[in-house]
């Protein structure tokens, strides 16, 4: 599995930019604008001017507040954390070189959207293959990347999560996303730690189905694609 991140991403391009105009959409800007207030200036609020109309009778105070003011679509700041399955089991078929090549689609994706991105890999135990606010994911550091890919050992998903909870709340984004890219032969408490974790930190973690047999995805996550 290990090779040139950068053979990877010239050779997946234009999947790279056919997601990077999918983001867009995914992480839209608020639809509507908000109305804030009350302000000395702006559009006239008629509920505020009512009010202020009553204060004057009642006390001979004016209160000149009484304008709204437009606050435009903001893009709401997004932490995304990969979990890459480097476990044996992905040695079939090609579902190794599929998870590498989703991983440095979804990084490259991500990052030109200016989304911070975190992966970890994960076997019988956790690795770190960069970190949310790595700025200086260089070449060099993309190919360090893909040789922490090599399958082996078991598939330890339930505390690969528990990594992927401690990296998400280091983050200070709006909201956050665990993916996971996996063949789903993980631990049977994998859907209780996936429950509890979309429950308390109100974080989607969603399973990526990666070659035959993957069905499982199913069954260890709550939102899951094949």
Known sequence: VPGSWTARRQSRQRIIDDM???????????????????HRSGRLD????????????????????VFKQRRDPTERSTDV???????????????????ADALVVLVEALRQRNINVGVLGFSTEVSLI??????????????????????????????????????????????????FLSDGEGNEEMRQAV???ESELAVPVIGVGLGAGCEDVVTSYVHSLQ
């Open 130 to 179: 960069k970190d949310l606010h790595q700025e200086d994911f260089d070449r060099t550091a993309k190919d360090e990347a893909m040789a922490q890919l090599k399958p082996d050992g078991g598939t330890d998903d339930v505390v690969a999560l528990a990594a992927a909870r401690e990296m998400v709340q280091q983050g200070t984004a709006d909201q956050s996303i665990v993916l």
């Open 46 to 65: 008629m509920q505020r001017l009512m009010q202020s109309r009553l204060e004057f009778r009642a006390t001979g105070r004016r209160n000149p507040k």
């Open 195 to 197: 429950e509890h974790t």
């Open 81 to 99: 954390v990969i979990c890459i399955d480097t476990s044996t089991s992905m040695l079939e078929g090609y579902k190794a070189e599929g998870a």
């Open 20 to 38: 990077v105009g999918e983001l867009e959409t995914v992480f839209a800007k608020r639809s509507m604008p908000e109305w804030t207030g009350p």
